[in-house]
């Protein structure tokens, strides 16, 4: 609720805050227990830092993060370590996130022993989440991570991630740095470990495609920023905002069954240290009028009392599309 991190940029001899990187500003939104929830967008808008910001990996700036009806970090709360049991990440770089020194079996049996599991019950547990990711022990669990493949190091960070038994996976670009066939297979096991496991999923991907294949909803954000949130057919046959459909135009265009009409987005995002006034998307935006440059449009549903929401003032409410009579500028 309302988290907001900036990062201070400091300059000159006393090495003073002179500006600062707006990078998750005032971002409200739930993750359902069960659901995958796919975040969109733009490298340098905010996604990865959320992602921290949610495994409390950096302390939010404001705002309030609420894991199953509790308030992280307040008092009568939930606690931090409960909270990281709780919900693990995956990165994109599996190479650099196991230890080089480690047969992978370790690495996995790790964090278990970290919490007080006996050392025999810490192996046969990471034996079986090896065979579970798809890494039979007897060819797998006294490799180094050097001796695999980068899908196979990412099962085994999957692996990792499952050790220590928890709710929630935030996947940040997990499948990102691999073949399109290798990345496949990964999303594949991603959604039968979720089932399996009874796990959520925060799944950030600046891959269209990959995002709507395993995700239920869909966020948007656009410099640090939520701009729409829907259910995943929605956003892919419908998006309103005209960030989003630019942004689904320059991924799909190539695929002829996405009707899109719309052109693609040019040119690169704004500096996040010093955002556009009001709608930051307005010096980008073919339909924007006076008042997106005056004030930020707040996330509205639409139609009223929908699962869809958007920030966007030339959002029509009764239809959940851009207004006819806002016209496309070249
Ligand atoms: Fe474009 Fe205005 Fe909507 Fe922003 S509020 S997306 S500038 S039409
Ligand atoms: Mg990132």
Known sequence: RNLRKH????GGLLGRTVASVRAVDDVSFAVRKGETL?????????????????????????????????????RDGLRLRDLRRNM??????????LNPRMPIEESVAYGPRVHG????????????????????????????????????????????????????????EAVSALDKSVEAQVLNLLRRL???????????????????????????????????????????ASATHPYTRALLASQ??????????????????????NPPGGCRFHTRCPFAETICSQTAPALTPLPAASEHVVACHMADPASGHTRAGAQARP
């Open 7 to 10: 990062f201070p940029i400091t």
């Open 38 to 74: 796919g975040v969109v967008g733009e490298s340098g808008c905010g996604k990865s830092t959320l992602a921290k910001l949610l495994m409390h990996l950096v302390p939010p700036d404001s705002g309030e993060l609420i894991f199953d009806g509790l308030e992280v970090g307040a």
């Open 88 to 97: 693990q990440m995956v990165f994109q770089d599996s190479a650099s996130s």
């Open 117 to 172: 599991m006996g050392r025999a019950q810490a192996r046969a547990h990471a034996i079986s989440l090896l065979e579970q990711v798809g890494l039979p022990a007897r060819l797998f669990a006294g490799r180094y991570p050097h001796e695999l493949s980068g899908g196979q190091k990412q099962r085994v960070n999957i692996a990792r991630a499952l050790a220590l038994d928890p709710r929630m996976l935030i996947l940040d």
């Open 194 to 236: 979720k089932a399996e496991f009874n796990l959520t999923y925060l799944f950030i991907s600046h891959d269209l495609h990959v995002v709507q294949y395993i995700s239920d909803r869909v966020m948007v954000m656009y410099l640090g920023e939520v701009v729409e949130i829907g259910p995943v057919e929605r956003i892919y």
């Open 252 to 273: 799909l265009h190539a695929d002829p069954r996405a009707r899109v009409t719309e052109p693609p987005i040019t040119g690169d995002p704004p500096n996040p240290v």
